[in-house]
């Protein structure tokens, strides 16, 4: 069966700290994978995007994620946390058609 | 140019009515997935279209729900009977049609409350 499951639902780290939030997919067929952020009151939008080229994918405001068949993980992750990071963070998978289920979340919490 | 809107952005309704959502999606996506965002169940997959069809209908929670997609543009989610755990934060995303690669396009959701 198809799933993502992201760990976590809560997570803080101090301002300059390192942000890791995990994510981890089940699927039988190689997938299309995405973070996206949701500030505060506002809308989801895309930080990153893995499409099957380079493992590691760059995406906005600092973070980074690393695609991982053998751990069929795609992490998030940014060096040094910053207040404005704060916000709720979601795994995206696409599996064979164009279906594109969420995980539940991981709300980043940061500690001034 | 234009982002996905949807229609009313609140709606307040007591149990037993039905309720119609509406979404435009981005010009030219053919692409639409509905959403639900309830607290600490991220979003729910309910169902996705492309163009007129709509290859998985798998999230819908029961047959209270139905969504319908027309020209290949507007959706309306419509949800008959409501009751209280329907309550939630509905959201429309579109899609270009660039494939499995291609990113949603969100639009800023309808919060229903059922009263």
């Known amino acids: 069966a198809q799933s993502v499951t992201q760990l976590g639902s809560h997570v803080s780290v101090s301002e300059g700290a390192l942000v890791l939030l995990r994510c981890n997919y089940s699927s039988s067929v190689p997938p299309y994978l995405f973070w996206y952020v949701q500030y505060p009151n506002q809308g989801l939008q895309l930080l990153l995007k893995y499409t099957s080229a380079a493992t590691l994918v760059k995406g906005i405001n600092g973070f980074e994620a690393e695609f991982k068949k053998s751990e069929t993980s795609f992490h998030l992750t940014k060096p040094s946390a910053h207040m404005s990071d704060a916000a709720e963070y979601f795994c995206a998978v696409s599996f064979r058609d164009d279906k594109i289920i969420f995980g539940k979340g991981t709300r980043l919490h940061i500690l001034p | ?115």
């Open chain 2, 1 to 115: 140019g234009a982002g996905v809107s949807q229609s009313p952005s609140n709606k307040v309704t007591e149990k037993g009515k039905d309720v119609e959502l509406r979404c435009d999606p981005i010009s030219g996506h053919t692409a639409l997935y509905w959403y639900r965002q309830s607290l600490g169940q991220g979003l729910e997959f309910l169902i996705y279209f492309q163009g007129n069809s709509a290859p998985d209908k798998s999230g819908l929670p029961s047959d209270r729900f139905s969504a319908e997609r027309t020209g290949g543009s507007v959706s309306t989610l419509t949800i008959q009977r409501t009751q209280q755990e329907d309550s939630a934060v509905y959201l429309c995303a579109s899609r270009p049609t660039s494939g499995r690669t291609g990113e949603q396009y969100f639009g800023p959701g309808t919060r229903l409350t059922v009263t």
